[in-house]
């Protein structure tokens, strides 16, 4: 199941993706998982200034128009599209250098000074590292090390 999922995730990525673009927006992150009242699509979106309801109802509206036409589900789902909120995921190269000057909090696969969870303030990239201000002093962490990272309060 979790490899039809994943197929079927690259292959609405692949229509959001460009459709977002046009619309001067990014797919922050899409999933699809079963919850208790059933499947759920989700499509967390972002654009410099944030989103608003009506960015999210336009997305929404033209995402549904592709799943109808295309076919892709073959069961119930709910269909949600919304802003990744303040505490947004960080994926890309790009999303460390946007939101230098903000708090983040990082996962590690492997400790950086001993530690595996890192919340310091983003400085930026340098080659393949992010830099983090922690503590009073800077450490870089390299990209293949990060597990997860996210905007934090």
Aim: aromatic share 6%; proline share 3%; glycine share 8%.
């Amino acid at each position: 199941m979790e490899e039809v999922t994943d197929r079927l995730l690259i292959t609405i990525k692949g229509f959001a993706e460009p459709l977002l673009a046009d619309m001067e927006m990014e797919l922050v992150e899409i999933q699809f998982r079963r919850e208790g009242h059933g499947w759920v699509l989700r499509l967390f979106i972002d654009r410099e200034g944030g989103v608003t309801i009506d960015d999210c109802a336009a997305v929404s509206r033209e995402i549904s128009a592709y799943l109808e036409v295309e076919d892709l589900i073959n069961h119930a789902y709910h269909l949600e599209v919304s802003s990744p909120g303040l505490e947004r995921p960080l994926k890309k190269r790009d999303d460390f250098v946007r939101f230098a000057g903000k708090l983040a909090k990082i996962k590690l696969r492997e400790p950086v000074a001993g530690q595996k969870m890192l919340i310091g303030t983003l400085r930026g990239i340098e080659k393949d590292a992010v830099v983090l201000a922690l503590d009073g002093e800077t450490i870089q962490v390299d990209m293949e090390n990060i597990s997860r990272a996210r905007l934090t309060l």
